[in-house]
Nanobody
Framework: VQLQASGGGLVQDGGSLGLSCEVF????????MGWFRRAPGKEREFVAA????????YYTDSVKGRFTISRDDAKNTVHVQMNSLNPEDTAVYYC??????????????????WGKGTQVTVSS
């Protein structure tokens, strides 16, 4: 299984950006999907996750109300729409897939498959 993230770029403070992650070699419906990020000089942290059926969504507190995770099983793709971005959101964003877990998780070790990451830069 391979994950390919796209959609990163440069955006101004207060702007919006959408990221996508396509799954290759597997069926999206089998996976809990998550997004993580690593800011410069910091550890990688959880951002958002979505259950296999798309009903349960889980966000870290700092992005609640600003980010929305969604999935399109027909296109084998998961998205995260990021609004009201601020410089603290600057990071490399990674998508991840959890095959064996039962529910959404913020724990990195639950995710077996990872994409290479896409850079998001928010200018002040």
């Amino acid at each position: 299984v391979q994950l390919q993230a796209s959609g990163g770029g440069l955006v101004q403070d207060g702007g919006s950006l959408g990221l996508s992650c396509e799954v290759f070699g597997g069926s999206l419906v089998d996976y809990v999907m998550g997004w993580f990020r690593r800011a410069p000089g910091k550890e990688r942290e959880f951002v958002a996750a979505i259950s296999r059926d798309g009903v349960t969504k889980y966000y870290t507190d700092s992005v609640k109300g600003r980010f929305t995770i969604s999935r399109d099983d027909a296109k084998n793709t998961v998205h995260v729409q990021m609004n009201s971005l601020n410089p603290e959101d600057t990071a490399v964003y990674y998508c991840a897939a959890d095959l064996r877990g039962r529910g959404v998780s913020a724990v990195e070790i639950m995710y077996e498959f990872w994409g290479k990451g896409t850079q998001v830069t928010v200018s002040s």
